[in-house]
């Protein structure tokens, strides 16, 4: 259904898309890592004007002995693909891990879980785990080495064969547009130079400010929530911000170039002989969710040659989520992030969809951050998959920034677009291709009482209102090689 260009996400129509969606991931294993979704959840996403699901297949569910594929756990991941199908919803398949393990959080099995004897303690913040958990930690060296399973075959040779499998079931779906190789890549180990690396600069910058501060002492504070607020004030600052985070390129970004790379590379090549058109899509480190500049290649075969459809899918997560102070998000820090990562991606030319952001877990203090996410996001005109789907979202405020106006297919080229919640406008504007036949299609949250301004004037468009909702899409016809614009007010208002 789409391939990839330099910058875009292109239909069978020519047309540039732009992928908008929401991410559905069971962890649940006594669900058998399915979520309790019907088609009464695909007819939502639809209102929502969402047309992609990143879809979460846990490495546990679908290989729970080495070597042993569960089926009919593969089965129900292809009746629900089949359901998105019916209302042309497309499906990204993210091969989910947290903490590495399925015994932790989610992901590999308990047999691929090597730790050399250390026990994993959950802690008040369960992402620090990465940071302070040597089982975690081992768990992924043991993982980037190699390491053999049981049966004697390494298990990053295991986890590939697992791709391998799954891709040979599920890529005749139509909807399923590609494989995210990995949610969330750790470096392992090699995370305690991080740290020093992190610490120490934060240290020193604390020490420039307050006064002296131990090492031990601020990574003691670190894991004690109320203290690590109060230390996070500190980074609201952003020369000292991205001092910190910078101080880790030196580990993370060999790490990325060459281990994290050559694993892509050793996936897609198990994959394209399966799928040659299947989008293969990249995740940073870990770390760069934060704002670590990534330095991840693109995937090439043998022979040097880039692969055709790639894209770059990172992740954008202010240092809060995930505590009760979520609310207090800094937009600068989230600028830094969302920019670096389109840097990465002017780097990779390649088309970019934020696969995560959010998690705001129906919060009524969160309405601002999301709004200034969604402006983010139309700044760099990239796609984005929110973190993550419940049936009631809708009745928070924070998934204002997430059911927005936007452009799902265009005629040409986008150059600009905006949609204002509180008068209800939408902005767009774009260079179409007289070499294009099917139109450009807007989704509205709402198109009650519209009133639309189209150039050239005069030109024709239609509008069709979604089933049970208010919501719709505008339909404009290509009318030849023009750079066009839009203008579409709610009246009354």
Same mark, same amino acid.
């Given at each position: 259904?789409?391939?990839?260009t ?8 020519g ?13 649940d ?6 979520g309790q ?7 939502k ?7 992609v ?30 359901l998105?199908a ?19 959080a ?5 047999w691929a879980?090597?730790?050399d ?10 992402s ?15 993982f980037?080495a ?13 986890f ?5 499998y ?5 890529h ?20 305690e130079q ?24 601020l ?9 690590? *607020? %109060?230390?996070l004030?500190?980074? #609201?600052?952003i020369?000292v911000f991205?001092?910190v985070?910078?101080?880790? $390129?030196?580990? &993370? ?19 394209r ?7 293969l899509f990249l995740e940073t ?11 991840i ?19 954008a ?47 009524d203090?969160c309405?601002h ?7 983010? *996001? %139309?700044?760099?005109?990239?796609? #984005?998959?929110?973190w993550?789907y419940?049936?009631?979202?809708d009745?928070? $405020?924070?998934? &204002?920034g ?15 677009y ?11 504007s ?14 509205l949250?709402s ?11 005069g030109?024709e ?5 979604l ?11 290509v009318?030849?090689n ?12």
């Amino acid at each position: 259904m789409l391939r990839t260009t330099d910058n875009h996400f292109i239909d069978s129509a020519g047309r540039q898309v732009i992928l908008h969606g929401v991410n559905m991931v069971c962890k649940d294993k006594s669900r058998q890592y399915i979520g309790q979704w019907d088609i009464e959840d695909i007819k939502k996403l639809k209102q929502w004007g969402m047309n992609v699901i990143r879809l979460g297949v846990i490495w546990d569910g679908l290989e729970p002995e080495p070597g042993m594929f569960h089926d009919a756990y593969i089965e129900k991941l292809r009746r629900f693909i089949q359901l998105a199908a019916e209302h042309e919803v497309m499906v990204i398949l993210d091969m989910h891990q947290d903490l590495y393990s399925a015994a932790y959080a989610s992901g590999a099995p308990t047999w691929a879980t090597i730790t050399d004897g250390e026990i994993y303690e959950p802690g008040p913040v369960w992402s620090d785990a990465y940071l302070f958990n040597p089982a975690v930690q081992h768990a992924f060296d043991h993982f980037w080495a190699n390491t053999a399973a049981p049966d004697g075959i390494g298990i990053q040779d295991h986890f590939i064969q697992a791709w391998t499998y799954l891709v040979e079931k599920l890529h005749v779906e139509s909807n399923v547009i590609g494989y995210d190789l990995m949610n969330e890549p750790f470096i392992g180990g090699p995370v305690e130079q991080v740290n020093e690396a992190l610490f120490s600069t934060f240290a020193e910058k604390y020490r420039e400010r307050y006064g002296d501060i131990y090492m031990e002492t601020l990574i003691a504070a670190w894991g004690a929530a109320d203290k690590k *607020l %109060e230390l996070l004030s500190l980074l #609201d600052d952003i020369e000292v911000f991205t001092s910190v985070i910078d101080a880790t $390129t030196l580990v &993370l970004q060999p790490f990325e170039k060459h281990i994290l790379t050559s694993f892509y590379r050793d996936v897609a090549s198990a994959i394209r002989p399966i799928d040659q058109t299947g989008i293969l899509f990249l995740e940073t480190n870990y770390f760069s969710n934060l704002g670590v500049e990534s330095r991840i290649e693109p995937i090439r075969d043998a022979k040097g040659n880039k692969d055709r459809n790639q894209a770059y899918a990172p992740h954008a997560y202010d240092l809060v989520t995930d505590t009760d102070a979520s609310h207090l998000a800094n937009g600068k820090r989230l600028e830094v992030i969302f920019n670096r990562h389109e840097r990465t991606r002017q780097r990779l030319k390649m088309p970019m969809v934020i696969g995560e952001w959010g998690a705001f877990y129906q919060s009524d203090s969160c309405a601002h951050v999301s709004l200034y996410i969604q402006r983010l *996001l %139309e700044a760099l005109l990239c796609g #984005d998959t929110y973190w993550h789907y419940e049936k009631d979202m809708d009745q928070s $405020t924070a998934f &204002l920034g997430v059911q927005r106006g936007y452009p799902m297919a265009v005629a040409g080229e986008l150059l600009t677009y905006r949609y204002e919640h509180i008068v209800r406008a939408f902005h767009m504007s774009w260079s179409e291709s007289d070499k294009l036949t099917q139109p450009t299609i807007i989704y509205l949250p709402s198109v009650k009482d519209i009133q639309i301004t189209l150039t050239p004037i005069g030109s024709e468009y239609e509008v069709e209102k979604l089933a049970e909702t208010d919501a719709g899409i505008v339909k404009i016809p290509v009318v030849g090689n023009w750079n066009r614009n839009i203008v579409i007010t709610e009246m009354n208002q």
